[in-house]
């Protein structure tokens, strides 16, 4: 039963069979490239932005010192995100 369970979830998970015959390994270098690929997307959205917003800003001087796209604002201050919220 828990056989046919776990191939049930997995129709669920990959309707179309395309990870049916992948190995675990296969499985987590497909995570870590998808990981990485996100990663890179959002780092190069974090860069436009900021290129916009100093852009549409050109007489206002920022500044950049400790900014980072890791960080999140959290009570007026620069946090480290809490778990869980990534």
Do not use: C
Request: aromatic share 6%.
């Amino acid at each position: 039963a828990e056989v046919t369970l776990i191939a049930e979830e997995e129709r669920k998970s990959d309707p179309a069979g395309i990870y049916a015959d992948f190995s675990r390994a296969d499985l987590v270098k497909t995570v870590l490239d998808w990981q990485g690929s996100v990663v890179e997307v959002s780092s190069s959205h974090f860069r436009n932005a900021i290129a916009q917003i100093q852009l549409l800003n050109p007489d206002v001087e920022f500044n950049l010192e400790g900014l980072d796209k890791e960080k999140e604002v959290r009570d007026g201050r620069m946090a480290t995100p809490l778990e869980g919220d990534n």
